[in-house]
Nanobody, 120 residues
């Protein structure tokens, strides 16, 4: 069974860069048809899709966040990362990594989420 685990600092200062890592077990991030995604949920709000990095390393980001978003991967560690620059308190959210399948068009596997608070 595929498992995803987010890790990174829970507190980030305004104007700094939020950096998170998702460690994947039970499946390879290079397996065809899978998109490794970052999604967040601000307090009291719905899910907000950030972007993904594909099995081949291509990235695609939400237009609203594209200018501040960078995703990468380390295939040797079976990890992918999120960097969100110039953060403000509006970026405070629970951040999730998840696997999207372009076969089933679904997010079957999710990490448990990690709270990130942007505050001085």
């Amino acid at each position: 069974q595929v498992q995803l685990q987010e890790s990174g600092p829970g507190l980030v200062k305004p104007s700094q860069t939020l950096s998170l890592t998702c460690t994947v077990s039970g499946g390879s991030i290079t397996t065809n048809s899978y998109y490794w995604s970052w999604i967040r949920q601000p307090p009291g709000k719905g899910l907000d899709w950030i972007g993904y990095i594909t099995y081949s390393g291509n990235t695609y980001y939400s237009p609203s966040l594209k200018s501040r978003t960078s995703m990468s991967r380390d295939t040797s560690k079976n990890q992918f990362t999120l960097q969100l620059s110039s953060v403000t308190p509006e970026d405070t959210a629970v951040y999730y990594c998840a696997r999207f399948s372009d076969i089933n068009y679904s997010y079957k596997y999710w990490g448990q989420g990690t709270q990130v608070t942007v505050s001085a």
